[in-house]
């Protein structure tokens, strides 16, 4: 097993702002988009840096002051210098980026955040639960067991609203719960999970990824040292200069502390987050 | 990065705030710069004059509830709350990194009694800061927030004990959720800052309509950002004709053009927050902007553009 310190690592501070152009922009599943995007032709940088599973961007409309604030993304993949995104339409951000052009400018920072370095899926038995487009953050990791061919060695429990909202295709074995009943289980994640235990209970890792409250809601069912949540807290640089997008976790003397969820997180193990999941504020 | 050389010149973007001098009139606010060590070494320091620390207290904080954050239209809520380590670990783990860096800052502190600004400002005068910045202005604390710059005898009583306490400039940062700024900041004046910062944000509130309740952890917050800018000049234009002492002006500026605004309402230096959120990196395009703004409009130094709207 991992240490600590080599499981999630600090990345380098960022050199620079990077414009990119979007290349593709297509729907993937209901209400969520995928975009490739690349560096801009006029820019000193021809091809994004390469990434670590669980790292993410802030993403900005150029020249354009509202929506204000860069927004983070997940990265979903890389190829030939360029990065997939997928994201959910919901906010102001996100409106306008659908409506967003091929070839439109978008400014971009990153990769930031902590990642998980690749060698960690080459060992072991992973499972992913994911919540609607939280999924599309595990996919690298996903398909890192893929590229090693470990297909035997994952397994997804992936929950939607509904059927049509599902990123397909899963490539390994899954287990799909449904709010409405549409596709898979019909009833939230946690109960999928207490059927199913005899599917994941021996399963080294295990990586969360979907809204909050489903997050907390499968806290109590996976071991607090071997669970990685990847959290999605409101930023407003995603560099650590603005403390906006705190948790409270604990620290290595057991106390409650605030943390910035960009520069220590966005993933952090389950041990430490007790304080989080209990809803502490600990003022 | 590397264009120094394309620009007319960045000598011509030297600037002064009383003693101190800058190498361009850009610097990063309290508050949208951390404690300074995120770019510490970064290529776009060529082009900052400096930063302002995260308010420091006598006692670390841990701020406000979540969420802290919130976007309204080309504006941004915050109610960070002034989360800090405290005065005694920036100087032990932060001061010696940024002197050995040598790096131009500004100490920022707040308190909530006069007694803790006297401690505060005494234990700057061991640090490498080139001015000490006084935050009686933050709208996001219970106490020692907005009552010590709400009332002209009130500021003039804590800038004049701290005054007497510290070695280094003393700037006084402003709030403009007074009636009348220009009547505080010529308190301060004449109790003995040595330049005004202004503003601080404006107090806010957003609703969240489907939970009925407010999107802050905290309910209101500070207003920053594009939205309050045209507020800030107005208050920069009006304060500069009744003081001698300079001005440092802030509040939404995203641009060079932004920034020449400033200079031109009355402001000595400008400070730049919430947009180092979404381009930290922004220094150098600004700074090769307004030399050539300069160039182009036959001035030989941006000090010359100092409150040029009030001709």
Redesign the interface.
Known sequence: MMTKSALLEKPP?P???IEVRIIQSRPIANNQWSIWVKPDEAGAIKELPSFLPGQFCML?LLDR??????RPFAIVDQDDGMYQFIYRVHG?LTHQLVKASVGSKL?L?GPLGKGIPREHLKKGKHCFIAGGVGYASLMPLIQELVKNKREDAGRIFYGVREDLEIIRKIPLAYDIASDDGSAGFHGRLPELLKKKESDWKDSDWFYICGPTPMMKAVYDLLPPDRSLYFLE?????G?????????PILNEKSEV??VRSCIEGPIFKGEVLKPWKDGA??? | MGSVKSLPSIKLLESKVGSVEFKTPLLAASGTWAYGLEFLNHPLQKFLGGFVTKSLSVKSSEGNPMPRLYETESGMLNSIGLQNMGIDAFIQNVEPQLKAAKSSYVLSVYAQRVEDFKILAEKANACSAVAIEINISCPNIDKGGLEFSSDPKTTAEVVSQVKAAVKKPLWVKLSPNVTSISDIAVAAESAGADAISMINTLLGMSINIDSKKPWLGRKMGGLSGPAIRPVAIERVYRTYSKIKIPIVGMGGITSSRDVIEFLLAGATVVQIGTWNFRDPFCYEKMSEEIARYLQKNKFSSVQELIGLAHR
Do not use: R
């Open positions: 501070t050199q620079g702002m900005s002051v509202d929506p204000l604030i860069a102001k400014g920072v807290e409101t930023m407003g640089c560099f650590g200069i603005c403390i906006g997008c705190v948790v502390k605030k504020w600990a003022l």
